[in-house]
T-cell receptor, first 113, second 113 residues
Framework: EAGVAQSPRYKIIEKRQSVAFWCNPI?????LYWYQQILGQGPKLLIQ????????DSQLPKDRFSAERLKGVDSTLKIQPAKLEDSAVYLC???????????FGNGTRLTVT | KNQVEQSPQSLIILEGKNCTLQ??????????LRWYKQDTGRGPVSLTI?????NTKSNGRYTATLDADTKQSSLHITASQLSDSASYIC????????????FGTGTRLTVIP
């Protein structure tokens, strides 16, 4: 079984620029999550999708962050404009259904200078 | 408030030695607790899952315990190896709600030769 794929692995941008991350979940997994993990901390949920609908985005900074999962498979997370405090690893995870175990991708490490 | 606290924050041990990591939680109602291993630059990978009725579960050299009465869990690593160097994250699932996963901040374990 192929795992959760994320790209790019690394991204360095200047503040006020925009950036997008891509995630391809495990085939057949209905639930997809985006987490932000700041160095030395546990992952923090940004948004959770069930198929192509949003289950929870209460902790997503909607003034600058957006995410979509148009066809219920791949997902993109965008930041525009980026701030220095957005420097973190962005992890995508998927599960077969809402309360099933999570499978994580290897993340995208974002550095904002 | 639903919280997960882990200790110690970091730990350095000699190869071959044992160690125990702690996780205390206040999440209620409780559904299950997972220990994840996160290698540097990788996403978390599940090691064990503990449900309410389970006290002990082993996965090779990893043994997790759960005391649901005191809301404490531990992860014991036996005969540590260099490859055990990683962050270990405790994640508690609440028994209700959509955004029902609560992450600890992790314990950073370094095994030295």
């Amino acid at each position: 079984e192929a795992g959760v794929a994320q790209s790019p692995r690394y991204k360095i941008i200047e503040k006020r620029q925009s950036v997008a991350f891509w995630c391809n979940p495990i085939s057949g997994h209905a639930t997809l999550y985006w987490y932000q993990q700041i160095l030395g901390q546990g992952p923090k949920l940004l948004i959770q999708f069930q198929n192509n609908g949003v289950v929870d985005d209460s902790q997503l900074p909607k003034d600058r962050f957006s995410a979509e999962r148009l066809k219920g498979v791949d997902s993109t997370l965008k930041i525009q404009p980026a701030k220095l405090e957005d420097s973190a690893v962005y992890l995508c995870a998927s599960s077969s259904q809402l309360n099933s175990p999570l499978h994580f991708g290897n993340g995208t490490r974002l550095t904002v200078t | 408030k639903n919280q997960v606290e882990q200790s110690p924050q970091s730990l350095i041990i000699l190869e071959g030695k044992n160690c125990t990591l702690q996780c205390n939680y206040t999440v209620s109602p409780f559904s299950n607790l997972r220990w994840y291993k996160q290698d540097t630059g990788r996403g978390p990978v599940s090691l064990t899952i503990m449900t309410f009725s389970e006290n002990t579960k082993s996965n090779g050299r990893y043994t997790a315990t759960l005391d649901a009465d005191t809301k404490q869990s531990s992860l014991h690593i036996t005969a540590s190896q260099l490859s055990d160097s990683a962050s270990y994250i405790c994640v508690v699932r609440k028994g209700s709600g959509a955004n029902n996963l609560f992450f600890g901040t992790g314990t950073r374990l370094t095994v030295i030769p």
